[in-house]
């Protein structure tokens, strides 16, 4: 793999993230990130490209991203404090979602979240805040369930991801209790993470070989659940236009 570089042509230094992201977190305020605006400049600069470089090793697989900008993937630092005790400006974390979508959450795409001592790498779904959504994917699972036996069972996918996220303490009414993913039943988003060690981060070409490989692993159980989303168009307040 040749070494991601800068638009100045030196080599891409994830360190440059992870420091500034470090600081951040013991400095979240206005006046330090006033103070340190070049340095925050830099480090989403490093991050754009470290995104550009996923776009480019997803695409050797996921055609569909090929095209995508990584400033359209990425969410800003800033925090909507309105309603929270913390009210800290920032999230001291590089969050992006590679996927047609954008930040959308449907189709589901390939997420990263770095944040030291929390980076990682995420896939399938979170729609807890649609309730037609989780219905669908219930339905989804019960009438496809050979399908989604083969795809959580494979062992690439056993080996490295558990299906997390919001779930109901029981299983939904309207659902067999003894289905055999009767514990799937009871969720509200269906998402896969992959956590990275830092010390793996701050070594770029290792985590990005990591990222390409984990992110092709997810693949099958995104289009499992995208599949079911293009056949669900006319469901409400979705963005089902992406798949026009």
């Known amino acids: 793999m040749n070494k991601p570089k800068t638009n100045g042509g030196k080599d891409m230094d994830t360190k440059v993230i992870f420091t500034f992201l470090k600081d951040l977190e013991a400095n979240n305020s206005l006046d330090w990130m006033k103070a340190n605006k070049k340095v925050y400049e830099n480090a989403k600069a490093e991050y754009e490209i470290l995104i550009q470089e996923l776009i480019n090793g997803i695409s050797s697989f996921d055609n569909s991203v090929k095209n995508l900008i990584p400033k359209d993937l990425i969410w800003r630092l800033n925090r909507d404090t309105r309603f929270s005790n913390d009210k800290s400006p920032y999230n001291p974390s590089f969050r992006a979602h590679i996927s047609i979508a954008g930040r959308n959450p ?7 979240n770095i944040k030291p001592g929390k980076i990682f790498l995420g ?14 994917v219930r339905d989804f699972i019960v009438k496809n369930e050979k399908e989604f036996e083969k795809i959580i069972g494979q062992k690439t996918f056993a080996e490295n991801f558990e299906i997390v996220g919001e779930k109901l303490k029981n299983v939904p009414k309207g659902y067999d209790k003894e289905h055999k993913f009767a514990e799937y039943l009871k969720h509200k988003s269906w998402d896969i993470e992959y956590y990275v060690q830092d010390k793996v981060f701050l070594d770029a070409d290792k985590f990005i070989k990591l990222s390409i490989e984990m992110f092709e692993y997810m693949k099958p159980f995104n289009d499992y659940l ?10 409400t307040k979705i963005p089902c236009d992406f798949f026009a």
């Open 226 to 235: 995208n599949r079911l989303y293009t056949k669900s168009c006319g469901i």
């Open 106 to 112: 449907i189709p589901a795409g390939y997420y990263l």
């Open 123 to 136: 896939g399938g779904l979170f729609v807890p805040q649609f309730p037609e959504a989780t219905k669908l």
